[in-house]
Nanobody, 124 residues
Framework: QVQLVESGGGLVQAGGSLRLSCAAS????????MGWFRQAPGKEREFVAA????????NYTDSVKGRFTISRDNAKNTVYLQMNSLKPEDTGVYYCAASGRTRTVVAVEGYDSWGQGTQVTVSS
């Protein structure tokens, strides 16, 4: 069982940047893919980005392409989400998740472990 802890959230103005971190521990190698999801108040949790531990290949939802970058440091068992040009609609709780699937998935149901979430608030 992999444990995930997010950090790096905060309050920023529109156009600003934040970098989120997700530290993994436990049975990290049971998961091949790491993903970031976000959930705005009153909304469903939605997929943001994913990365494969080994190959480093990435996947992004359309609304963040060109602005967000997911990366990983295998030696540190840490996944990052660099968020640039932030918009108020990016506001929400951001969750790190781990998946044991062989192919990248965007559905919540495809992920086995979740972090506690970190709040990101973008003001206008």
């Amino acid at each position: 069982q992999v444990q995930l802890v997010e950090s790096g959230g905060g309050l920023v103005q529109a156009g600003g940047s934040l970098r989120l971190s997700c530290a993994a521990s436990g049975r990290r190698f049971s998961s091949a893919i790491m993903g970031w999801f976000r959930q705005a108040p009153g909304k469903e949790r939605e997929f943001v980005a994913a990365i494969r531990w080994s190959a480093g290949s990435t996947n992004y939802t359309d609304s963040v392409k060109g602005r967000f970058t997911i990366s990983r440091d295998n030696a540190k068992n840490t996944v990052y989400l660099q968020m640039n040009s932030l918009k108020p609609e990016d506001t929400g709780v951001y969750y790190c998740a781990a998946s044991g699937r062989t192919r990248t998935v965007v559905a919540v149901e495809g992920y086995d472990s979740w972090g506690q979430g970190t709040q990101v608030t973008v003001s206008s």
